[in-house]
């Protein structure tokens, strides 16, 4: 009986891995429009994310905004100094663990079925 629920376990982790879609958000001194941004990634009617917030050295009050995060789905990571778009997109990229992968910039909103549709096109094709 034991065999059989670790191969449930196993099986369910593999459906949960390959829907895991990874969100790579970068930004720099966007604190602006940074809560935003980060309401409509964590809307999404798909709700198997990874959020990966990259804060590319902000100097405004970004860092801040990004202590208080709590949902377990968010990781941040900041760079000491502003890198730029490439080494920000390249920094969340190398962390990502979802099969699907989409970036999204912080002054921008998603629609609330984004990431399902695009599960959905890829998954299918």
Known sequence: ???????????????????????????????????????????????????IIVDDGSTDDTPRILKVIVDPRVEVIRHRKNRGLPAALNTGFAGVRGRFVMWVASDDRLRPHCAETLHHALQSN
Request: glycine letters at 0%; proline letters at 4%.
């Open 1 to 51: 009986m034991r065999a059989n629920s670790v191969e449930l376990m196993r099986a369910t982790q593999e459906v949960f891995r390959d829907s895991l879609v990874s969100v790579v958000m970068p930004t720099y001194n966007q604190a602006e429009f940074l809560p935003e941004a980060l309401v409509s990634v964590l809307n999404q009617t798909h709700r198997n994310l990874q959020v």
